[in-house]
């Protein structure tokens, strides 16, 4: 068996045998019980718990005794000296002790997280001080326009104080909101005080409480060793990254150690899109790298089998610290642990067995998994290469394919297909880009972790050879990058699908009877046939005729989300872009949906985040001529993240005054306000915004940005009736509630855009607002409810809006 073999855990030859499947049962049953008693809670799971018990009891007892031979042509599950009727039974009872197993273990966990005296403080959102133990690395996450980012960690509760309680001690784990920065440089194992209010989780999983803070932790002591250690490593990888290209520099880290802090958002999306996801998280990928680098090595010094073993555990195990024991890596750990079973042993078919044993051991020590994604893809990874992927392989090799190119495709193909009801479910799209995707990534994965790795163990020792030794790895994670960009770009690279659980099941149910059918020669060709005359039928409708954007269009608005993002067309593939939305991915989306290539000009309305922070989208992979914004200079941190997209790509920003006019192919675009700089309003930024008047092929077009009632009265004020009447209008600051009653007067729009984002806790739009204008005669559309929303003027001169709902699988953004 070759090393490859052996990572992968599919065997060099074929193999006839039927598949032991004897712990399949157990693990399944563990597996759903646990994800059954997250989501009903400890009663229901001790009541299926006592129910299953029973009847594993009288189920046994009836099987018990009855073991009569079998021949060799028996069905695949292997439980020898079984009848298949009594084979069947030993399956069942395995599948009831699994739900015991995993029921029982879920039921003490829910009975800790729903501790009394944790409830009654969740109940009151309580004012606390707490003792922690930190369980995992702080992430930052994007804070609301104008604030700073926040600090979400995972931690162990020791003890709570409540106003009106003494010390209670209970090992609930508790989520951290944190905004001081303090917070960001603790470590795994960190013990803190801190004093905080709580409140109530989102549920379905272990977390007993969220506890905002906003003061700096009180730290106790010090981490253990180890993890001292590897947070000196990961600090000095970021280091060594910290000189290259943000995209590679971002994505090295994730890669090596499942450091995403520095991953930029849009490369994020497109591996997203692709199927690569799991490459920016310590998957079991990452561990087979570095596994087989010194199962390579150990070979090499002809070491036995169990010193072998032995050495590729002490890497395992390091590898484990460095990149952090949380659920991911302790998956892809456990994963990469089979193999070393099957090295140790010689016996590469107790690979299935010992993976269902770490499915069920996993799920009965944390039932927590249960729930978790990445928890299901690990495992039907791991189980698509060790069932499907040596019979593709050796079905490849039949027909003539070399050696290594069968085994190249048929392990992302096997892992592919095995892991696809799940992201169906997660996503709501099956993607067609992901197996090719992931095949031209394969030469890159092995060199960047390697690299990745040796970077970071020479950070603290010499600083300079890691940044030397990063900058190589940044040569094959740029090739990464550039499959996931460019495959994220295919057309019709990903199809529509049902969501949910429903989607997942439903795809994993086709799945299953095609396996099962395309055994037989017939129904496989049948497949193959209906498979390519879809592809090859739906191909050029999906690319030629998308239906978006509708011709003659005279203004999108994209949703976003919470903010803004407006597109004029100007010429084919050209657009002036007003305003970039909350992040970069949907902005990017929404201008590739409109095939725009270039931006003529982009307009800053002002400089919150809900409008400028997704400015790095509007650049991807297009020219970008000009960036105007306003006079107005709040917020400070707006204009330095647009000065630094501009700078980063080349384009001049400037500002202009009233009056300033703009003119590209059929678009006039002119600047009306705001006609003075306006101080001491309730949102001086927002009444700063610039509003636009734009002229499409006789249809004039009001842009407000977020101006809100004192600079809608100034623009009464001081500019003409003639030039705020408009066809159409955007709705000022996502349809607030501070708005001039007089301006709706003055405008008198036919169609009314409102993009705002989903249950956006703002309680944007207003109803009263939309009622106004609903009476006045308007058409109001929002980009919550309806996507993307596009004017455009029929052959007769009248408006109609054409409406691109929210394909399965995309957010609905908030």
């Known amino acids: 068996m070759t090393a490859d073999h052996q990572r992968h855990g599919v065997p060099s ?16 049953g563990a597996w759903l019980s646990a994800l059954a008693g997250l989501l009903l809670g400890m009663g229901p799971t001790l009541l299926v718990v ?36 009594d084979r069947c039974g030993w399956v069942v009872v395995g599948v009831l002790l699994g739900v015991i197993c995993g029921g029982a273990a879920t039921a003490a966990r829910l009975e800790v997280r729903d501790a009394a005296p944790i409830s009654h403080l ?92 906003g003061a700096p932790p009180v730290l106790l002591g010090v981490p253990s060793w180890p993890q001292r250690m590897a947070g000196s490593l990961r600090t000095g990888l970021q280091r060594a990254c910290a000189p290259l290209p943000a995209e590679p520099g971002g994505l090295l880290p994730g890669l090596v150690v499942g450091d995403t802090s520095r991953l930029e958002p849009a490369v994020e999306e497109d591996f997203l899109t692709t199927g690569m996801t799991h490459l920016t998280a310590v998957s079991g990928s990452n561990v087979a790298v570095v596994v087989g680098l010194v199962l390579l090595l150990a070979r090499w010094a002809r070491a036995g089998p169990w010193l072998t073993a032995a050495l590729c555990g002490v890497a395992l195990v390091g590898f484990v610290i460095l ?29 299935v067995p010992a993976l269902a044993g770490a499915v069920t051991l996993l799920v009965v020590v944390d039932p927590e998994l249960a729930a978790d994604a990445g928890f299901a893809l690990s495992v039907l990874a791991t189980g698509g290469l060790l069932l499907l992927a040596p019979r593709w392989r ?12 069968a085994e190249a495709l048929a392990i992302p193909a096997a892992a592919q297909l095995a892991c696809a009801p799940v992201v169906a479910g997660l996503s709501g799209t099956i993607s067609l880009v992901a197996v090719p995707a992931n095949l031209l ?83 496989r060709r049948v497949v193959a046939v209906v498979t390519a005359a879809v592809v090859i039928g739906a191909m050029p409708v999906r690319l030629i005729a998308s239906g978006w954007p509708p011709p003659g269009w005279l203004i999108a608005a994209c949703a976003v ?80 993240a647009v000065e630094s997209a501009g700078r980063a790509n080349g384009v001049p920003i400037g500002t202009a005054g009233v009056g300033w006019v703009y003119t590209a192919g059929p678009l006039v ?86 993009p705002v984002g989903v249950d956006n806790g703002y309680g944007h739009p207003s109803p009263g607002v939309l009622a106004r204008l609903t009476r006045s005669g308007a058409r109001v559309l929002r980009t919550d409810r309806d996507g993307d929303l596009a004017v455009v003027r029929l052959d007769d001169g009248e408006l109609s809006v054409a409406v691109r709902a929210h394909a399965p699988g995309e957010p609905a953004l908030r």
């Open 13 to 28: 030859g074929p193999d006839r045998r039927p598949v032991d499947l004897r712990l399949a049962g157990l693990a399944i």
């Open 50 to 85: 006592a129910l299953t018990g029973a009847a594993a009891l009288a189920l046994t007892a009836r099987m018990a005794g009855r073991r009569v031979p079998v021949s060799r042509r028996s069905p695949v599950l292997a439980v020898r000296g079984l009848a298949p009727v």
């Open 122 to 213: 969740v109940e009151a959102r309580a004012r606390v001080s707490v003792e922690l133990v930190v369980r995992d690395d702080p992430r930052a996450i994007r804070g609301a326009a104008g604030r700073a980012a926040t600090y979400l960690l995972s931690a162990r509760l020791v003890w709570v104080t409540g106003e009106e309680r003494g010390r209670v001690r209970v090992p609930a784990r508790i989520l951290v909101l944190a905004t001081d920065p303090g917070w960001r440089r603790l470590l795994p194992g960190h013990r803190v005080t801190a004093i905080g209010r709580l409140a109530a989780p989102r549920g379905g999983d272990l977390t007993a409480a969220v506890l905002s803070v």
């Open 323 to 351: 990149a952090r024991p949380s659920p991911s890596v302790v998956r892809a750990g456990t994963m990469g642990a089979i193999g070393l079973v099957a090295l140790a042993t010689g016996r590469p078919r107790a690979a």
């Open 394 to 405: 050796d079905a490849l090799r039949r027909r003539g394919v070399p050696a290594g190119a």
């Open 441 to 523: 990534a394969v030469p890159a994965v092995a060199p960047a972790t390697v690299l990745g790795v040796t970077a970071a163990v020479l950070s603290p020792l010499w600083p300079a050879a890691a940044a030397g030794v990063a900058w190589l790895g940044s040569w094959p994670a740029w090739w990464l990058v550039l499959v996931a960009r460019y495959g994220a770009r295919l057309p019709a690279g990903t199809l529509p699908w049902l969501d949910g659980v429903a989607g997942g099941v439903l795809l994993g149910a086709l799945t299953f009877a095609l396996l099962v059918a395309t055994r037989r020669p017939l129904v």
């Open 561 to 640: 989300g919470q903010g803004d993002s407006l597109v004029l067309p100007v010429g084919a593939g050209r657009a002036v872009v007003v305003d970039a939305g909350p992040e970069p991915g949907a902005v990017d989306r929404c201008l590739r949906r409109l095939d725009v290539r270039t931006v003529s000009l982009l307009v800053l309305s002002h400089l919150h985040a809900d409008h400028v922070a997704g400015v790095d989208g509007v650049f991807r992979g297009r020219r970008v001529e000009a960036v105007l914004v306003p006079q107005w200079p709040e917020p400070v941190d707006g204009r330095a």
């Open 669 to 754: 675009l002119t600047l009306l306000g705001p006609p003075f700089p306006l101080r001491g309003t309730r949102s001086d930024p927002n009444n700063n915004s610039l509003v636009l008047r734009a002229e499409v092929r006789g249809i004039g077009i009001l842009l407000t940005g977020d101006a809100e009632t004192e600079e809608q009265q100034a623009l009464l004020d001081h500019v003409p009736e003639a030039l705020l009447r408009a066809d159409v209008l955007k709705l000022a600051h996502h349809g607030s509630a501070y708005q001039e009653p007089a301006f709706f007067g003055a405008v008198r729009p036919a169609v009314v855009l409102v």
